[in-house]
């Protein structure tokens, strides 16, 4: 079982770009949730996809977008990036009624 | 809104030392709780879990109990290693699932060295 894997690792961009990350979830997961992990801070709720619709979203601008296939991978596209936006991004997958989020190791992305 | 407070770090214990890193929690409803551990250039993994009031989650050594009259969760385990070396994180889910519907939200972390 490969678990939860994200990509890129790392990721450098230039303010004002987009950049889109991806993940697949853990083998059997329907859910995914991403979260934005700023330096020596806990992670923050961005948003979760659940049967390929928006389900939950926490306070991110609208510049912050997703998506989720039919296989239940998922992306996540940040417009009009800021230098605020460097941060590590993790991706989240878990099952209806489990208790569970497996997290995969993150993007790294840095804004210049 | 939902809230997690998790004490001030960073901790520096001996091997062998009895460590305890305090949580409280701030929620409607009845909250899940959680312990993550992220280890250098990793991702979080789930340490324990607890889902009701005076439920006890432990794994590898570490223990946690959910009390809801002090909405706490303090996490302790009774001799550390080196090699518990890392970043805990606290966390809640709003559900008592993390599935659909649910969202995990978690303190700032916190670092622990340990040192032989």
């Known amino acids: 079982d490969a678990g939860v894997t994200q990509s890129p690792t790392h990721l450098i961009k230039t303010r004002g770009q987009q950049v889109t990350l991806r993940c697949s979830p853990k083998s059997g997961h329907d859910t995914v949730s991403w979260y934005q992990q700023a330096l020596g801070q806990g992670p923050q709720f961005i948003f979760q996809?659940?049967?390929?619709?928006?389900?939950q979203r926490g306070n991110f601008p609208d510049r912050f977008s997703g998506h989720q296939f039919p296989n239940y991978s998922s992306e996540l596209n940040v417009n009009a990036l800021l230098l605020g936006d460097s941060a590590l991004y993790l991706c989240a997958s878990s099952s209806t009624w489990n208790t569970e989020a497996f997290f995969g190791q993150g993007t790294r992305l840095t804004v210049v | 809104g939902d809230s997690v407070t998790q004490m001030e770090g960073p901790v520096t214990l001996s091997e062998e030392a009895f460590l305890t890193i305090n949580c409280t929690y701030t929620a409607t409803g009845y909250p899940s709780l959680f312990w993550y551990v992220q280890y250098p250039g990793e991702g979080l993994q789930l340490l324990l879990k607890?889902?009701?009031?005076?439920d006890k989650g432990s794994n590898k050594g570490f223990e946690a109990t959910y009390r809801k009259e002090t909405t706490s969760f303090h996490l302790e385990k009774g001799s550390v290693q080196v090699s518990d070396s890392a970043v805990y994180f606290c966390a809640l889910s709003d559900g008592q699932y993390t599935g659909a519907n649910s969202k995990l939200t978690f303190g700032k972390g916190i670092t622990l060295s340990v040192r032989p």
């Open positions: 996809y659940y049967e390929e619709e928006e389900r």
């Open positions: 607890a889902t009701k009031a005076d």
